[in-house]
């Protein structure tokens, strides 16, 4: 079975700009997590999506926006780019959503902001 | 609200030697327990879980891990390190209500092992 799929890997953008990064979850898996990381903050929640819906959300400035597809692909999108924003972010997949199934991650987009 | 605390932020260890990483948590409510690796530009990948029963869980690679649930400790643990453990190592917390926590993980600041020839 395919892992969790995170496109692009790398990403150079400059500030103002916006940017949306995809993740596809392992098949059949129905809930999107997104997570920032970076050094000084270490890993924190952005969102959360279950059969297209975001049922919870971290502590983020609007500029940090996401969506789940029918098919259960998550984009995360950020719009008017601040160096601040320059991080990993990763993406994880659940089967059922329930909080007792572990998430399996993807391998992240790394993000830089010029 | 939830927290988690690594004691360590590096830990140095020859090959063949056990080590210890340190996790403490504090919550409201009830939570389940995880260990992640995380190895240079790759995603977390799950070490092992504590949801209910033994408090003595073991996952991949040898590693495992005990729940206090009086010390509030999920400690993880491997008898005998080989160079290829060198990683960093993230412990974390979900909350088992659901609800507003729904697919959050809280994680901890994260520990750098690093195993020595």
């Known amino acids: 079975k395919a892992g969790v799929t995170q496109t692009p890997r790398y990403l150079i953008k400059t500030r103002g700009q916006q940017v949306t990064l995809s993740c596809s979850p392992i098949?059949?898996?129905?809930?999107v997590s997104w997570y920032q990381q970076t050094p000084g903050q270490g890993l924190q929640f952005l969102f959360e999506y279950f059969s297209e819906t975001q049922r919870n959300k971290g502590n983020f400035p609007g500029r940090f926006s996401g969506r789940q597809f029918s098919n259960s692909r998550s984009e995360m999108n950020v719009s008017t780019l601040e160096l601040g924003d320059s991080a990993l972010y990763l993406c994880?997949?659940?089967?059922?959503?329930?909080?007792?199934?572990?998430?399996?991650f993807g391998d992240g987009t790394r993000l830089s902001i010029l | 609200a939830q927290s988690v605390t690594q004691l360590d932020s590096q830990v140095p260890v020859f090959e063949e030697a056990p080590v210890e990483l340190r996790c403490n948590y504090s919550s409201s409510v009830s939570v389940y327990l995880f260990w992640y690796v995380q190895y240079p530009n790759q995603g977390l990948q799950l070490l092992l879980k504590y949801l209910s029963g033994s408090t003595l869980v073991k996952g991949i690679n040898g590693f495992e891990a005990e729940f206090n649930k009086s010390q509030t400790s999920f400690h993880l643990r491997k008898p005998s390190v080989h160079i290829s453990d060198t990683a960093e190592y993230f412990c974390a917390v979900s909350d088992r209500g659901g609800g507003t926590s729904y697919g959050k993980l809280t994680f901890g600041q994260g520990t750098i092992l690093t195993v020595h020839p």
């Open positions: 994880a997949s659940r089967q059922d959503g329930q909080d007792n199934q572990p998430q399996h």
């Open positions: 098949s059949g898996h129905r809930s």
